[in-house]
C-alpha cells in the first residue's frame, strides 16, 4: 500500500539535545491515528517538522513524490500541498459569522472577484454547507463565529482546515476545555474526517484516545516506542514504564 506521508529515520537536535531522534512513522490516505507520549516525548517538535516550521537535521520527511523536509519547501508551500494544522486554541473570526468564516478558509473560490465575493457563487455555497454539515454546525452558519460555545469555535477551526481540502489534517488536543457531550461530538467529526483524508491526532487525554478507536503510535524521547490499538500500547511493559515513572 503507497503511503500518503513517509516520515523516515528523522532527528532533530536542539542545541545538542536530540528531541526527534531516529524518527521514522508512516501515515495511510485514509485513517485516523493518535499520537501520544508523556510530555517532552517530542509530539509538538514531530508536527512542526512536517508541517515545515522545524527542518530536521537528518532523515527525510516524503509526501507524494516531494521530500518536504528539505530546506526550500516552506510551511505555506507545505500546506499549500494539502497539509493542515489546527492548533489548541480556536481563532476563529469572531466578529464574522460561520458562514464568513468558512468562506474566508475556502481553497479555491471560484467565479468572479471570488478572493472579495466567493460566498456568493452556487458552487462555493455547496462546498460550505457541506463542511458546516461535517463538523455538525450546519444549522449555526448565520450565527456570529464570537457566540459559540468553546466546543463549536473548535469545530468550525476543523471546518476551515476542511475548507481547505487537506490531505492530511494534523490536531492538536482537540478535546481539551470541552464538555462530555462536545467530546463525543468530537469524536465523531474526527472520525467521519478521516474517512476522506488522514487525521492525525496529538492527544494528552487517554479517554479521548478510547474513544477515537483508532491506530495509537506512542512516543517517547523522539522515537516510536509503540505502536497499535491502545489495549495493545497500554499493555507493553515500557509504555507503562514511561507513563508511570521510572
Ligand atoms: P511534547 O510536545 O511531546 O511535550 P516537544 O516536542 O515539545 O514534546 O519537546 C521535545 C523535547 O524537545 C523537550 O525536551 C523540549 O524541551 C525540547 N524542545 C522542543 N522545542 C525546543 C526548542 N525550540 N529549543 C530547545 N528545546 C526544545
Not at 65 to 70: Q, R, V
Not at 84 to 106: D, H, Y
Not at 180 to 209: C, G, N, P, Y
Request: glycine letters at 8%; hydrophobic letters at 40%.
Amino acid at each position: 500500500m503507497s503511503m500518503l506521508l513517509e516520515v523516515d529515520g528523522v532527528s532533530v537536535s536542539f542545541d545538542g539535545f536530540r528531541a526527534i531522534n531516529n524518527l521514522s512513522i508512516n501515515f495511510g490516505k485514509t485513517e485516523l491515528r493518535a499520537i501520544i507520549g508523556p510530555n517532552g516525548a517530542g509530539k509538538t517538535t514531530f508536527m512542526d517538522i512536517v508541517t515545515g516550521k522545524t527542518k530536521p537535521d537528518e532523515g527525510s520527511v516524503i509526501w507524494g513524490d516531494m521530500n518536504i523536509s528539505l530546506l526550500g519547501m516552506s510551511e505555506s508551500r507545505i500546506a499549500m500541498e494539502g497539509i493542515g494544522r489546527k492548533f489548541q486554541k480556536p481563532t476563529v473570526f469572531e466578529a464574522q459569522t460561520v458562514r464568513q468564516n468558512l468562506a474566508m478558509a475556502l481553497k479555491n473560490p471560484r467565479g468572479p472577484f471570488a478572493v472579495l465575493m466567493h460566498s456568493k457563487t452556487a458552487e462555493n455555497a455547496r462546498k460550505i454547507e457541506a463542511v458546516a454539515e461535517e463538523i455538525g454546525l450546519a444549522d449555526s452558519l448565520t450565527r456570529l463565529a464570537g457566540e459559540l460555545s468553546h466546543g463549536q469555535k473548535q469545530w468550525l477551526e476543523i471546518g476551515m482546515l476542511l475548507a481547505q481540502e487537506p490531505r492530511l489534517l494534523l490536531v492538536d488536543e482537540p478535546a481539551a476545555g470541552m464538555t462530555v457531550e462536545e467530546r463525543e461530538k468530537t469524536t465523531d467529526i474526527l472520525r467521519r474526517a478521516a474517512q476522506t483524508r488522514a487525521v492525525v491526532v496529538v492527544e494528552h487525554d487517554m479517554e479521548f484516545v478510547r474513544r477515537l478507536d483508532c491506530k495509537v503510535t506512542v512516543l517517547h524521547e523522539g522515537s516510536v516506542l509503540a505502536e497499535g490499538s491502545l489495549d495493545h500500547v497500554t499493555s507493553n511493559p515500557r509504555v507503562i514504564e514511561v507513563y508511570l515513572g521510572r
